[in-house]
């Protein structure tokens, strides 16, 4: 008789045992799936720090001038408003009209255009720098090609 109710011991003991292992194997899945999650935020964080190294200009900021010096070179906080539009349109236009009226710039508009850049733009000494050498080589080449079609073809040319 004694064998019935060990039976029922045993059989609440392994639902226990069962029991505890569904708890250990469900703790195990969240300890994984959280270091799973910490491991794809790290790596997200690496990659974020990486691309903010990328684009991290603050040493170049030595060799830029000054914040304080360039706000003194512009006009201080001007506000564009209806009021100052129409006093900026009403200027421009009567300085167009005194352009056209210009008896220089009727006879010769490109040329009073030029003479007026001459004087309004400071003198540069320095002669501005050749952009490519592609120029030299085409200027090569063409005399090559110059050279090679001119001894035949002299008179046509002349």
């Known amino acids: 008789m004694g064998k019935t109710s060990s039976q029922k011991d045993e059989t609440k003991h392994a639902d226990r045992k069962f029991e505890k292992k569904l708890e250990f194997y469900s703790k195990v899945r969240e300890t994984v799936a959280l270091g799973a999650q910490k491991a794809i935020k790290k790596k997200k964080l690496r990659t974020r720090q990486k ?56 006879a010769d508009p490109l040329a009073a255009l030029h003479q007026h850049l001459q004087n309004t733009q400071p003198v540069s000494d320095e002669k501005p720098p050749r952009k490519n050498e592609k120029g030299k080589k085409a200027k090569k080449k063409n005399k090559k090609k110059r050279s090679k079609g001119a001894t035949g073809s002299q008179s046509m040319e002349e």
């Open 51 to 106: 691309k903010l190294k990328a684009y991290n200009l603050s040493s170049l900021a030595e060799f830029l001038p000054d914040i304080e010096s360039s706000k003194q070179a512009t006009p201080a906080d001007f506000k564009v408003t209806s009021k100052s539009r129409q006093k900026l349109v009403m200027k421009e236009t009567n300085q167009l009209k005194t352009v056209l009226n210009n008896p220089t710039f009727q």
